[in-house]
Antibody
Framework: QITLTESGPTLVRPTQTLTLTCTVSGFSLSTSGVAVGWIRQPPGKALEWLALIYWDDDKRYSPSLKNRLTITKDTSKSQVVLTMTNMDPVDTATYYC??????????WGQGSLVTVSS | DIQMTQSPSTLSASVGDRITITCRASQNVGYWLAWYQQKPGKAPKLLISKTSSLESGVPSRFRGSGSGTEFTLTISSLQPDDFATYFCQQYNAFWTFGQGTKVEMK
């Protein structure tokens, strides 16, 4: 059974850096073809893809946010980490990580609500 | 960037109705289109991949079709569990979601 669990702060101050961790089970981050992505959703709004990392450490970033994002993985810990710099209130959202094998997001975590406020 | 536009934004319907949601891409995405269902406070659930491939366990009343820049999701007979928000997503070039269609009870 594949599961993904997001963890991280619920409140971040403006200009701070957000660090979110996705802990996965039921699959290995080193298996050929496997990828994990991050997607966010502001309250009441649409989904927005942020970043994705492949089993071979290849990475993809949203062009509009790439200067603020870093995605890494620790295969031994089954974790994928997303950092987002210079947080702003408009970054308030639920952040999801999701499993990606055939290019679409098949399994999702439950989401982690991050509020940006002073 | 490829933009995805869904219509309508809200759809009011009754149990038993046949409904159709449209998704248009700003560029050709081939058949690389997925549909997700999301209920309040929950993560999106994958319904359909590659335009028309139903995920395991998804009822056959859900049907996806289209290609290129125009796609549709049809629910042949709306059930109480189907009232939710639906998102399309292209995965031909990076990943882009539509803005969502909320299916509400009439």
């Amino acid at each position: 059974q594949i599961t993904l669990t997001e963890s991280g702060p619920t409140l971040v101050r403006p200009t701070q850096t957000l660090t979110l961790t996705c802990t996965v089970s039921g699959f290995s981050l080193s298996t050929s073809g496997v990828a994990v992505g991050w997607i966010r959703q502001p309250p009441g709004k649409a989904l927005e893809w942020l970043a994705l990392i492949y089993w071979d450490d290849d990475k993809r970033y949203s062009p509009s946010l790439k200067n603020r994002l870093t995605i890494t993985k620790d295969t031994s810990k089954s974790q994928v980490v997303l950092t987002m710099t210079n947080m702003d209130p408009v970054d308030t959202a639920t952040y999801y990580c999701a499993h990606n094998v055939r290019k679409y997001f098949q399994y999702w975590g439950q989401g982690s609500l991050v509020t940006v406020s002073s | 960037d490829i933009q995805m536009t869904q219509s309508p934004s809200t759809l009011s319907a009754s149990v038993g109705d046949r409904i159709t949601i449209t998704c248009r891409a700003s560029q050709n995405v081939g058949y690389w289109l997925a549909w997700y269902q999301q209920k309040p406070g929950k993560a999106p659930k994958l319904l359909i991949s590659k335009t028309s491939s139903l995920e395991s366990g998804v009822p056959s009343r859900f049907r996806g079709s289209g290609s290129g820049t125009e796609f549709t999701l049809t629910i042949s007979s709306l059930q109480p569990d189907d009232f939710a928000t639906y998102f399309c997503q292209q995965y031909n070039a990076f990943w882009t979601f539509g803005q969502g269609t909320k299916v509400e009870m009439k």
